[in-house]
């Protein structure tokens, strides 16, 4: 069958040095093999997300460790950030986990603005909240920066921060932005296979954890930092995955961390334009679009063109690529385009023309 080259918003293309990396020979995990491995990525991790605190490896995808910040850091009440699928479901997952949740809602499309969030934590009835950097249903990056720096203002509430599909693609400061977990699933920004997630803690956060019952095994946060001092996982981690982290460490230092960001920017301001010069308008709200992905607007908002989604998606998979046809309520009335990973100006150039030939053909 011949390869489709996904250009979804997650998983997206894995390399041949990657998928080579992932079937390496296996290894024990409690072995030296397997310590040495991650004792040797843990400083280019620390230095991608720019901590000093160590950064652990979760065997799931991004939602194990979504739902297990809640259960180790909620005591009082959670409020959810929503602005899109992801950051809805969170409320859910947060009642799902039998705590106390407020639901903090803007419509899809619009980021969570830091006024909206600070309004919420002023009532004092809040000790965590949960936000999506990077809302992927909607293409919205919300202002993580400003929202952070409210931390200073609530230092007894924990902010939990899904980077899932942002996190490697543009500047995220963990220790300077002061927030208390950063999370990410590896099948996004990170390009690898799906199955791994990648987060880090506050000190703030692991004392949170200690103080709190219930957090069962799995996902317990204290678990995962204590064996990460040993360079371990707390059970036997998808090996492969690790090896294939590695290369992948290898290959984001070989590019250097600001020619990354700067090519995620610049390859997101190209099917922007592309977009904008075939009469489409962008589904977020404008000075919050995305740099990993870009979501069209399709007739989910007045304005710009309209096409049979299905149809653009047939004929530019025809061509060898898939693009995304839009997800949850807005499935069909937007569509989605990924920059993430290892695309290039090139790549994504044979991904317009493909584009470019289907929309002759609707
Ligand atoms: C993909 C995604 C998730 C869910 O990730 P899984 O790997 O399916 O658990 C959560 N949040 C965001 C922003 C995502 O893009």
Known sequence: MAHVKLHIPGPVEVSEK????????MIGHRGQGFKDLYA?????????LYTKQLVYLSTSSAWGVMEGAVRNLVTKKVLNCMCGAFSDKW??????????????????????????????????????????????????????????????????????????????????EFDALGIDVMIAGTQ????????????VCSP??????????????????????????????????????????????????????????ARHQRLAEMTRAWAAGNGF??????????VT??????????????????????????????????YGKIKGTTFRISNMGDETEATMKQLYAALDSAMKQL
């Not at 000790?127 to 609530?154: C, F, Q, R």
């Not at 653009?312 to 046809?325: A, N, P, R």
Request: proline letters at 7%; a neutral charge.
């Open 40 to 48: 040797a990525i843990q400083p280019k991790l620390q230095a991608l």
């Open 293 to 326: 992905l870009t979501c069209v607007n399709n007739g989910a908002k007045p304005g710009g063109r309209t096409v049979d989604v299905p149809k653009l998606q047939k004929l530019v998979k025809d061509q060898g690529f898939l693009i995304d046809g839009g």
């Open 204 to 261: 703030a956060a692991l004392a949170r954890a200690a103080a709190l019952k219930d957090r069962g095994y799995y996902f317990d946060f204290l678990e995962f930092q204590k064996n990460a001092e040993q360079s371990m996982t707390p059970s036997t981690p998808s090996i492969g995955h690790v090896f294939a982290l590695q290369s992948k460490l290898e290959d984001i230092f070989a590019e250097g961390l600001e020619a990354r960001f």
């Open 91 to 172: 409320f859910d997952v947060s009642k799902r986990c039998g705590k106390d949740a407020e639901a903090l809602q803007v419509p899809w499309g619009s980021p969570i603005r830091a006024e909206a969030v600070d309004r919420k934590l002023a009532t004092g009835q809040f000790d965590a909240l949960t936000i999506i950097h990077n809302e992927t249903s909607t293409g919205v990056m919300s202002p993580i920066h400003e929202i952070a720096a409210l931390k200073k203002k609530y230092p007894d509430v924990m902010f939990i921060v899904d980077t899932v599909s942002s996190m490697t693609a543009l500047k995220l």
């Open 188 to 199: 996004k920004a990170f390009a690898l296979p799906p199955g791994l997630a990648v987060f």
């Open 281 to 290: 308008t962008l589904f977020p709200e404008p000075g919050y679009e995305s």
């Open 18 to 25: 990657t998928f080579q990396a992932f079937c390496s020979p």
